[in-house]
């Protein structure tokens, strides 16, 4: 079975400050990771994925995301937060050799306090 | 929204009354999804399509349907709507989409909001 887990519901940090979102996954094969971001009456939007390769991922807006195999966990980080990048984040996985569904996380609320 | 519309963008209908939201695509995408967004859950898929008329289910597709009679069309139809019903709906769409592909990226419409009295 697949699935996504992130543990935070709401992260605050001030404006400048590092920021990370954490997410970890659970699938039988190998996984397909992704970072979406929804702002206010907005679909979601793509921010970045991982596919095989460099552990780091970097993504738009300047987010990046580390795939860690021993933890199961594919945190997105981004160096100096903006009051702009406050919105609702969602992690999703879908496992490369098996079905073809993505299943996504129950979201993260990021707020950046100015 | 990457050339996505869907409609209504607002709905409030009574409990057991048919119910049809519509997508449409203007990016020749082969792949379309409907996802439902609740709190604490997060979006999950509802039934999905890889081409005209081949529809799948997805993992919470009942008291749902489709139809895709289009490349650019893909409706969902709640047969006889019911409180629990209540939520945002979300069109998607991708180029690609399963296996080993490395090109996967869904995009996403602006929402429907159901309201089910």
């Known amino acids: 079975a697949q699935s996504v887990a992130q543990p935070e519901d709401q992260v605050n940090v001030a404006e400048g400050n590092p920021l990370t979102v954490k997410c970890t996954y659970s699938v039988s094969g190998n996984p397909y990771l992704f970072w979406y971001v929804q702002y206010p009456n907005r679909g979601l939007q793509f921010l970045l994925k991982y596919i095989t390769g460099d552990n780091l991922v970097k993504g738009s807006y300047g987010f990046e995301a580390e795939f860690n195999k021993s933890q199961t966990s594919f945190h997105l980080k981004k160096p100096s937060a903006l009051v702009s990048d406050s919105a609702l984040y969602f992690c999703?996985?879908?496992?490369?050799?098996?079905?073809?569904?993505?299943?996504f996380g129950t979201g993260t609320r990021l707020t950046v306090i100015p | 929204d990457a050339g996505i519309t869907q409609s209504p963008r607002h709905k409030v209908t009574e409990t057991g009354t048919p119910v049809t939201l519509r997508c449409h695509q203007t990016e020749n995408h082969r792949y379309m999804y409907w996802y439902r967004q609740d709190p604490g859950h997060g979006l999950r898929l509802i039934h999905y399509?890889?081409?005209?008329?081949?529809?799948d289910k997805g993992e919470v597709s009942d008291g749902y349907s489709v139809s895709r009679s289009k490349t650019e069309d893909f409706l969902l139809t709640l047969e006889s709507a019911t409180s629990s019903q209540t939520s945002v709906y979300f069109c998607?769409?991708?180029?690609?989409?399963?296996?080993?592909?490395?090109?996967?990226?869904?995009?996403f419409g602006s929402g429907t909001q159901l309201s089910v009295l």
């Open positions: 399509s890889y081409g005209v008329k081949d529809t």
């Open positions: 999703a996985v879908r496992d490369m050799d098996g079905a073809n569904n993505l299943f």
């Open positions: 998607a769409i991708s180029e690609s989409f399963g296996g080993q592909t490395t090109n996967e990226k869904l995009f």
